[in-house]
Structure formats: structure tokens, C-alpha cells
């Protein structure tokens, strides 16, 4: 299952480069995740790893991915959002949680 992979993978990616993940919820279109990056590490360093090595292994597990009518050669959309957190981090976690329940 193509959810179950992202998850692995994203759990052995931020292990890999000491990120921690506080909440992380994984639609079908979609992730929303709030973790802790250290210093040391950029976050577009952090994100072009993440979104790259995912890509990678999903494209070499389902070939078919990479057919029309799914995404060609690009999996993840160009950009992402991200925000530091601060006052509102309780409320944002649990906004995430419990995102498929909406």
C-alpha cells in the first residue's frame, strides 16, 4: 500500500537526518506533517531529501505511477508550506490528527 510505504519512508528519513515528527497525518493527495528540524539543517535541504527519496521509491515500486493518467514523472507538486510554530502548536497538531475526520 502506497500510504503505508510513504509512512515507513518518511519515519526512516527523518530518523536519518535527526528530524523529529510531533504529528503527521498522510491523505490521498496530500500530507500534513509537523516535525521538529534541527538547526543544522535547512529546511528545503530537508524537504528536497524527504520529497526526492519518497519519489525515488515509490516510482521503482509502482512503475505505473509514472503512466497517465497519474503524475508523469513528478509525484510531489513543486512547492510545499511551511511555518514555525509556536503559541498555536497544540491546536495545529491535533488540526492534523484528526484531518480525515473533516
Keep these: 500500500m502506497i500510504k503505508s510505504l510513504v509512512e515507513h519512508d518518511m519515519q526512516t528519513i527523518c530518523s ?5 515528527i510531533q504529528e503527521a497525518n498522510i491523505q490521498l493527495d496530500h500530507i500534513h ?6 538547526p543544522k539543517l535547512s ?4 524537504m528536497g531529501t524527504l520529497k526526492g527519496k519518497i519519489a ?10 509514472k ?3 497519474y503524475w508523469g514523472n ?5 512547492g510545499y508550506f511551511v511555518s514555525t510554530v509556536g503559541l498555536d502548536e497544540e491546536m495545529i497538531k491535533r488540526y492534523v490528527k484528526y484531518q480525515s475526520h473533516q
Design 16 to 20: 536519518w537526518k535527526n528530524v523529529e
Design 33 to 38: 506533517l509537523v516535525c521538529s528540524i534541527p
Design 43 to 46: 529546511v528545503s535541504e530537508f
Design 56 to 65: 525515488i521509491k515509490l516510482f521503482k515500486t509502482y512503475p505505473k505511477l
Design 67 to 69: 503512466q497517465k493518467p
Design 74 to 78: 513528478h509525484f510531489w507538486s513543486r
